[in-house]
């Protein structure tokens, strides 16, 4: 169910979300914007992570830690109130 919502949610479906993120935490387009592309950026840098991975202890294992990361990314993505307190936490 995790990776489910995360594909729909945090993949395909964010454009959708873009200007509501930006209405309610009152960001701008071109920060949100730099969110969304470092978003992209990170995807294809662990690419061939993920695929070393894969091929090293097989795809349940790695599916498996995936969904626990994206679950625990999801939470920890909640409690986030601005762009810089996400990223430097008191």
Not at 17 to 39: C, D, G, R, Y
């Amino acid at each position: 169910m995790v990776i489910f919502y995360g594909a729909g949610v945090y993949f395909y479906g964010l454009g959708v979300f873009f200007n509501p993120i930006i209405e309610e935490f009152h960001w701008s387009a071109t920060a949100t914007s730099v969110v969304f592309s470092l978003k992209s950026a990170e995807t294809g840098a662990l690419a061939p992570v993920v695929g070393f991975l894969v091929d090293r202890y097989g795809p349940r294992v790695v599916m498996l830690a995936g969904t626990a990361i994206l679950g625990a990314g999801f939470l920890l993505m909640s409690r986030m109130e601005s762009l810089l307190n996400s990223m430097f936490p008191p």
